[in-house]
């Protein structure tokens, strides 16, 4: 069973637009969310990253959004540039006790076209 | 600059062959993952590793194994090579479980 969901395999949207990624999570235990960016040929580098104590939080052109109670979290990208074409990954973890390992999401390719 | 690296970059092997893939970290992390990637399933983390001596079995450990005995290193083992093994693996470390985790640039194995 998937915990962390991320339904839209791809997105295209124009330079100098928002791009909003989204992300479901099943786990209600989860209390802290990482965005990932992936580029091909390399490894995920962190993004973003958020506390379950929080409904936002916001990095320079990114902005990450929690809604606890719809288990659903998105990602903001304004402006979108072409550099930012890359795949993204949700992930989401359970803080405190013995485990901490990231359940990962399936990963969405953003496209931005010039 | 500190970094993670892994090697080799690609490997091509063939079935029932025993691989192992090197994941080095000059972070002085405690922490270390492995994952692969496939398409479809994102990322599925293998093994994982709380600091020298410690190994944990991750959601997809069957046919892999790590040894931790040091702290910079954290090999991955394929016992006996299967096609349903062919995958990027990436390693990761952190500094704390807490901290996030910063991801080397992946080793393509192709199982033939």
């Known amino acids: 069973d998937q915990q962390v969901k991320q339904n839209s395999p791809s997105l295209s949207v124009q330079e100098g637009r928002i791009s909003i990624l989204n992300c479901d999570y099943t786990n209600s235990m989860f209390d802290y969310f990482l965005w990932y960016k992936k580029y091909p040929a390399e490894g995920p580098t962190f993004l973003i990253s958020i506390s379950s104590i929080k409904d936002k939080n916001e990095d320079g052109r990114f902005t990450v959004f929690l809604n606890k109670s719809a288990k659903h979290l998105s990602l903001h990208i304004v402006p979108s540039q072409p550099g930012d074409s890359a795949v993204y990954f949700c992930?989401?973890?359970?803080?405190?006790?013995?485990?901490?390992?990231?359940?990962f999401g399936k990963g969405t390719l953003l496209t931005v076209n010039p | 600059d500190a970094e993670i690296t892994q090697s080799p970059r690609h490997k091509i092997t063939e079935t029932g062959r025993q691989v192992t893939l090197a994941c080095h970290q000059t972070w002085n992390h405690n922490n270390m993952f492995w994952y692969r990637q496939d398409l479809g399933h994102g990322l599925r983390l293998i093994h994982y590793?709380?600091?020298?001596?410690?190994?944990n079995k991750g959601e997809v450990s069957d046919g892999y194994s790590v040894s931790r005995s040091n702290t910079e290193d954290l090999p991955l083992t394929l016992e006996s090579a299967a096609s349903s093994q062919t995958s990027v693996y990436f390693c990761?470390?952190?500094?704390?479980?807490?901290?996030?985790?910063?991801f080397g640039p992946g080793t393509r194995l192709t199982v033939l």
């Open positions: 992930a989401a973890r359970v803080s405190g006790g013995s485990n901490y390992k990231l359940t």
């Open positions: 590793s709380y600091g020298v001596q410690d190994t």
């Open positions: 990761a470390s952190s500094e704390t479980p807490y901290n996030e985790q910063f």
